[in-house]
């Protein structure tokens, strides 16, 4: 390994920011890795179905031996940005030779439709985390009523309708989809889990309305009923009586409550265009109300325009002429010497493998752009005196370690795979107990 010379401030402790991390410090270079979060593992840890404890636990390990280098330091608990414990400015007047932001999509991304403010109006981002026991998410208390509407066809709608059918109870689930069946995201590994609720009957009448659009563009409806149902020979058993439905071709224009509480989703029907091998939805100017006790928005997410970093369509604004690209991909920020990776580069793109390699490729762009100057000599001691002056615990990779020890046992005790603390003030405690102990 080579001198430790460059130091380089990874923020954000996800997929991305570890194996960005690791790539750096294998180089020999000295990182320096900021997390929100008390825990590391970002969406890893915090987006995907609790009960794939087999796949978590695999990320974990690589997680662990990542934050073993010696020469990455790990800093848990600040939270970095115009509103945070430092912003991005502060951290760059400490002289570090580069700063990767793998920060993920911290924003929530709405569509500005009337009643969003509504109790019963949620963004998928937050019932994720908060069924996951993310802090502050997991402190939220939900109005999930017994018939449920989730905006989207992707994976995270069928984790939420999962979520909602054998957690919550509800009676009901409609998944609200602006194009057709042809269009859908979820992948058939996930689809399995749902797929036994689909009330089948309804289904082929959905079929039947909405086969008109899709012939205008000469979309064959056989090749969206495979693709919904592609599952159903792999489908879990049922374990309630509750149905899941499709409503196509529908998009959200607004939601109505009573005293505050929603009661109603208004949607908009669309006709299919397609233009350039694309296909797309157009409103009709038909609408019609659909009555609901929920609505989940999973459409996706944007980064955070308070982070310190300039944005626009929901993104980070990277050079368009990027010196160090890697794969013809830019990870360059507008801002010299701030690079961005993962989720931070592209909002909602990919899953873990995808955020892995993505912030690994930045990595590479940090190394590239490290080589072509000299190292300024970050001085360690002002880093440290900075983080000693926040007034709230900074985590360590000790801390980390006693943390999943202390879990452990409690998993241990209660004979469950995998036990979470939903607080800050529990995970501190936890901590603070086993130091003194």
């Known amino acids: 390994m080579s001198e430790n010379k460059y130091c380089v401030a990874v923020i954000g402790a996800g997929p991305a920011g570890l194996f960005g991390a690791r790539e750096l410090a294998n180089q020999g270079v000295r990182v320096a890795l900021f997390n929100r979060d008390i825990k590391p593992g970002g969406l890893a840890e915090y987006g995907i179905y609790p009960e794939k404890h087999t796949m978590k636990e695999g990320l974990r390990k690589q997680f662990r031996s990542a934050l073993d280098y010696p020469n ?28 990767l932001v793998s920060a993920g999509a911290q924003g929530t991304k709405w569509l500005g439709l009337p009643g969003e403010e ?14 996951n026991n993310l802090p502050p998410f997991s402190q939220k208390k939900f109005r999930f009523g017994k018939r449920c509407a989730i905006i989207g066809a992707g994976n995270v709608m069928v984790d939420i309708a999962r979520h909602l059918i054998n957690f919550q109870k509800v009676d009901e689930v409609i998944a609200v989809v602006r194009r057709g069946p042809n269009e859908v995201n979820f992948t058939k590994e996930e689809m399995k889990h749902l797929i036994s609720y689909l009330d089948l009957d309804e289904f082929n009448k959905e079929m039947e309305r909405v086969q008109p659009a899709l012939q205008t563009i000469n979309q064959e409806l056989e090749v969206g009923r495979q693709k919904v149902l592609d599952s159903l020979a792999k489908a879990d058993a049922k374990t309630t009586n509750a149905k899941f439905h499709f409503e196509f071709l529908a998009s959200p224009t607004a939601m109505f409550g009573e005293n505050g509480a929603l009661t109603k989703l208004e949607v908009e029907d669309n006709i299919l265009i397609e233009k350039d091998g694309k296909v797309s939805a157009k409103g009709t100017g038909n609408k019609r109300t659909i009555n609901v006790d929920t609505v989940i928005f999973a459409i996706g997410d944007k980064v955070d325009e308070t982070f310190g970093l300039p944005t626009q369509w929901n993104e980070f604004i990277k050079n368009k002429e990027p010196r160090f690209p890697i794969d013809g991909i830019s990870y360059e920020s507008t801002i010299e010497g701030i690079f961005v990776g993962g ?21 590479k762009a940090v190394w590239d752009y490290l080589q072509a100057r000299q190292p300024v000599n970050t001085d360690p001691e002002a880093i440290a005196a900075k ?5 709230k615990p900074v985590i360590t990779k ?40």
């Open 72 to 99: 990455l330091e790990y800093f848990g608990n600040i939270v970095i940005g115009d509103n945070g414990d430092i912003t991005l400015n502060e951290l760059r007047e400490l002289d570090f030779d580069a700063i």
């Open 398 to 437: 000790g801390d980390i370690k006693r943390l999943e020890a202390v879990e452990a046992e409690e998993a241990k005790k209660r004979g469950i795979e995998e036990f979470k603390f939903s607080s800050n003030e529990e995970m501190l405690q936890a901590m603070e107990f086993t130091e003194t102990a």
């Open 343 to 363: 989720w931070a580069r592209k909002a909602s793109e990919g899953l873990v493998g995808y955020a892995r390699k993505d912030g690994t490729n930045a990595a």
């Open 387 to 391: 983080i000693k002056g926040f007034s």
């Open 118 to 131: 509504l109790e019963g109006v949620y963004h998928a981002k937050e019932v994720v985390y908060a069924y």
